[in-house]
């Protein structure tokens, strides 16, 4: 078989399963780690393919939105936000990130509980609420994703501890979330380290995704709930750090765990 031959087969394992590793490639074309290696290499100048250690996986490199060209208001972001309310008992401290999802979270929080977050658009949506109480975080307001970030929210953070940190996912891999900018990044793995339980919102568009800045790793998240199953690789890392998976079936309503 040539080269490209393998290539065409390679691509397709990726896209159906979301990894490939370089033993396997030695083992099921019976080539060296060498050949191997320069397979993984053709592989990774295809836009939607990142190498990792290792193999490579399936990584649309991408930009996230800003903020106002995001869909505010969706079935699916519905859905996924009213199962992650269920989740909430009463009194319990909260932080909530920024993002849209997290907005639409904000419109379904029961009370009473009480809040800390750093997003307007969550403020907006609770602000009047007599059941929640609010805790904003200071500082500079990023125009771009719509958040507030800055060394003063990283301090500010570390004199709060919460039950639950909803963080927002632009991109989850293998590495964990990341995203587009450092302080982003930073902050949401504040709020993680200071909540006794991680849970994330992400739809089936952001497995596989790797964006610059490192954020929370999969030890550091408890819970995900998203709308498909996840891809075979990252069920297997969902498995191992023990996370307590939901997927919502946004035509249904109803759910597999």
């Known amino acids: 078989m040539t080269q490209e031959e393998r290539l065409i087969e390679l691509e397709e394992l990726i896209k159906n399963q979301g990894k490939v590793t370089l033993d396997y490639i030695c083992q099921q074309y019976n080539i060296s780690s060498d050949s191997a290696r320069r397979d993984l290499v053709k ?27 995001r869909a505010q208001y969706s079935a699916e972001k519905t859905l ?14 909260l932080f909530i ?46 125009d771009y994703s719509h958040a507030i970030l800055g060394n003063t929210v990283l301090e500010q953070i570390k004199r709060y501890y919460a039950d639950k940190a909803f963080i927002g996912v632009s991109a989850l891999s293998e ?38 800045y490192q954020s929370c790793s999969w030890s550091d998240i408890d819970h995900i709930i998203t709308d498909k199953t996840p891809p075979k690789n990252i069920l297997k890392l969902i498995e191992e750090n023990d996370v307590e998976l939901v997927v919502v079936d946004t035509k249904r309503t109803d759910t597999d765990e």
């Open 43 to 69: 592989l990774t100048q295809l836009p939607h393919i990142l190498r990792i250690r290792g193999g490579a996986i399936l990584a649309e490199k991408r930009v996230e939105l800003p903020y106002v060209q």
């Open 80 to 93: 996924l936000s009213a199962w992650a309310a269920k989740t909430i008992n009463e009194k319990e401290i």
């Open 97 to 142: 990130d920024a993002g849209t999802t997290s907005a639409a979270l904000a419109r379904q929080l029961p009370s009473p509980v009480s809040v800390i977050t750093n997003s307007i658009e969550v403020l907006g949506e609770i602000i009047g609420n007599k059941g929640i109480s609010i805790s904003v975080l200071g500082g500079n307001f990023d």
């Open 175 to 212: 590495s964990g979330i990341t995203t587009d900018t450092e302080l982003d990044a930073l902050q949401k793995l504040a709020m993680a380290k200071q909540s006794k339980k991680v849970i994330c919102i992400a739809t089936f568009a952001k497995f596989n995704l790797q964006l610059m």
